[in-house]
C-alpha cells in the first residue's frame, strides 16, 4: 500500500478528488492538514470525502449570487447573519460541507455574535448556495445537516430546492422569499452582469426590488 500526503496531490480548477471509506477521525485530520486558509472546498457524507478546487467562472458566479441575495434581504428589510463557506460538520450525521454562501435568516436571531458553529447546539443555515454541484456527496451533506433551503446554480441555471421529509424536492417559488419570481429576477441578472458588467446589473436589480417592495408585504423573520 502506497501513503499519501495531502501536499502531494494536486487538484487542478476545475476537478475534483474523491477519498473513499474514511472514517470520522481521519475526515477532522485532513480538515486540519488543509487548514482554514486554503481556497478548495470539501464536502463529506458517510465516507467519501470530495475536495474540489473552484474555477475563476465559479468565483465570479457565487460571489454574483450571494450579492443578489444580501440585496434581497436588505431591500426587504429581512434580517440575517451570513456565514459565508463556513465548514458545517456533524460526527452523528456523519457528514460535513463548505457552501459557497450561506445566511442565516429564520434562525439570524439565534446566531447574532457567533463566529464559531457546533451543529450539536446550533442551527445550520437556512439558505444554502451551490455553484457548479459535481456530485450527490455535496447533496447528501446538506441533507444530513438539515439545510432547509438549498439553491444549485449549474450550467448557467439556478435550481430551488426545499428539504422536504429529508430528501430534497426542487420548488419553483423560494419560501425565503414566496412574493418573489426568483428564477428569473436571477437568471436577468446573470445575463446582465455579462452584457454590461457586474456593478450597472446589480445596481439595477436593487431598483427593481425597490420598485417591486413598495407593492409586496415585507416578510419578518424574528
Given at each position: 500500500m502506497v501513503t499519501l500526503q495531502l501536499r502531494q496531490l494536486d487538484v487542478p480548477p476545475g476537478q475534483r478528488l474523491l477519498i473513499r471509506h474514511l472514517d470520522w477521525q481521519q475526515f477532522e485530520r485532513i480538515l486540519a492538514e488543509l487548514g482554514e486558509t486554503r481556497s478548495s472546498r470539501i464536502a463529506y457524507s458517510h465516507g467519501t470525502?470530495?475536495?474540489?478546487?473552484p474555477t475563476p467562472e465559479h468565483e465570479v458566479d457565487k460571489e454574483l449570487i450571494g450579492d443578489l441575495v444580501k440585496i434581497l434581504l436588505d431591500e426587504l428589510e429581512i434580517d440575517c447573519e451570513c456565514f459565508g463557506s463556513t465548514t458545517f460538520k456533524q460526527e452523528n450525521m456523519n457528514s460535513g460541507i463548505e457552501p459557497d454562501q450561506c445566511f442565516y435568516i429564520q434562525n439570524q436571531a439565534q446566531m447574532r455574535g457567533k463566529r464559531r458553529i457546533d451543529l450539536t447546539i446550533d442551527p445550520p443555515p437556512d439558505l444554502a448556495i451551490e455553484v457548479d454541484v459535481t456530485s450527490k456527496t455535496q447533496i447528501d451533506a446538506y441533507a444530513a445537516l438539515g439545510v432547509p433551503e438549498l439553491w444549485r446554480y449549474e450550467k448557467n441555471q439556478l435550481t430551488l430546492y426545499t428539504l422536504q421529509a429529508g430528501q430534497y424536492q426542487r420548488v419553483d417559488i423560494s419560501p425565503t422569499f414566496p412574493t418573489l419570481?426568483?428564477?428569473?429576477?436571477?437568471?436577468?441578472?446573470?445575463?446582465?452582469?455579462?452584457?454590461?458588467?457586474?456593478?450597472?446589473?446589480?445596481?439595477?436589480?436593487?431598483?427593481?426590488?425597490?420598485?417591486?417592495?413598495?407593492?409586496?408585504?415585507k416578510p419578518t423573520h424574528k
Open positions: 470525502l470530495e475536495i474540489r478546487m419570481p426568483i428564477l428569473n429576477l436571477v437568471a436577468e441578472v446573470l445575463e446582465q452582469s455579462i452584457a454590461i458588467g457586474r456593478s450597472p446589473a446589480l445596481r439595477a436589480f436593487r431598483q427593481t426590488i425597490q420598485t417591486a417592495s413598495k407593492n409586496l408585504d
